[in-house]
């Protein structure tokens, strides 16, 4: 009698955990790393930091040094050992803005159930036409404390959040051993004058130009309705446009993706393929795109969306114009340079 009941009792706890399991959703796992980006113009010294997910952690220390590869392009990348991790859900960060001369640090919670849906729908290869996803999680970090956080993968770069640090005190007595270098009296100004991190051509531009304003990684997060259209000689076919976004972001379309309208932020860098009537590829590339221009371009179309980027190739498709237009007027871009490539097979 005794084993019967307890062979019931057996029984009625493997259906209740069968049950929980069920109620459960499994988490689905992805191969990630995670990087770093700055500008140019404005270096940042990884203090510590971590990427966090429920299984796994990505650190960041001062071994990252000075990061500013440009706002929105890689920085190092740590290999790791786990292959498949859950989708990250905070951030921890604490850095040196060298420029500014002071450290930032905040913890911030990310939207989980957006990346892992990034991660699984991934994209599709415009080269090998197979399914792609996210390989990065970029942490991007601004003047005034600014943080962003994109996925990247080939071709493909997408925001998913955007933060503020709170500038934070710490003194080399407080410094963990390997981070004591910051606090040399001369570290910033030999890191700020070393060709190495600030570039000759980097130097050059701010000598010509200024120093960025650092609110502008802000503003660059500004999205409108808008599309390239390229018109190219009768017979002739686009195949491929690469949009590279002043926020960071990035897009590789072809297909029927070509046509439609997305809320996209101001074009930094545009690539074009297309196939001639001898079925030959050809491209061009607006680079960079003179952000003056384009912006002011933007603003005096006013609120009336959607946009066109045209890029008017010439009969003989060795030259293009370019127009921002909406349906009510159209404005000349003069001061954009646009480079054609021929048979590229």
């Not at 130009?209 to 997060?221: A, K």
Request: proline share 3%; charged share 25%; net charge neutral.
């Amino acid at each position: 009698m005794i084993f019967k009941q307890n062979r019931y009792a057996l029984l009625v706890l493997v259906l209740l955990a069968i049950t929980s399991c069920k109620g459960q959703k499994m988490e689905e796992k992805f191969e990630w790393t995670g990087t770093v980006s700055a500008p140019e113009e404005y270096p940042m010294e990884v203090y510590k930091g971590a990427i966090i997910a429920q299984d796994f952690t990505y650190g960041f220390d001062a071994i990252w040094g000075t990061q500013n590869t440009g706002w929105g392009n890689d920085g190092g990348i740590m290999s790791v050992t786990e292959k498949q991790m859950e989708a990250p859900d905070s951030l921890t960060f604490t850095w040196l803005s060298l420029t500014e001369k002071k450290f930032y640090t905040g913890k911030w919670k990310l939207d989980k159930s957006r990346i892992a849906t990034l991660f699984a729908q991934g994209f599709i290869d415009d080269r090998t036409k197979q399914k792609e996803t996210y390989k990065l999680v970029k942490v991007g970090l601004a003047p005034k404390g600014k943080v962003v956080v994109w996925l990247s993968g080939a071709g493909f770069q997408t925001e998913v959040g955007a933060f503020q640090a709170h500038d934070t005190t710490i003194t080399a007595e407080q410094a963990y051993d390997n981070a004591k270098y910051m606090f040399r009296p001369d570290f910033i100004a030999k890191t700020l004058g070393n060709d190495m991190v600030m570039k000759p051509e980097i130097k050059a531009k701010v000598a010509q130009y200024g120093m960025p304003d650092m609110d502008v990684y802000e503003r660059y997060r500004t999205k409108y309705e808008w599309k390239v259209n390229v018109l190219v000689p009768e017979g002739e076919k686009v195949s491929l446009v690469y949009y590279n976004l002043l926020n960071g972001e990035e897009e590789n379309l072809f297909g029927d993706a070509l046509n439609g309208y997305s809320k996209r932020a101001l074009p930094k860098y545009i690539s074009v393929n297309w196939m001639d009537k001898a079925g030959q590829k050809n491209g061009l590339e607006i680079k960079p795109i003179d952000e003056k221009e384009i912006s002011g371009a933007f603003e005096a179309l006013g609120d009336e969306f959607p946009i066109d980027l045209v890029i008017r190739l010439n009969e003989t498709a060795t030259d293009a114009q370019l127009l921002l237009k909406n349906a009510k007027r159209e404005l000349k871009l003069n001061s954009n340079k646009v480079r054609i490539n021929k048979n590229l097979d």
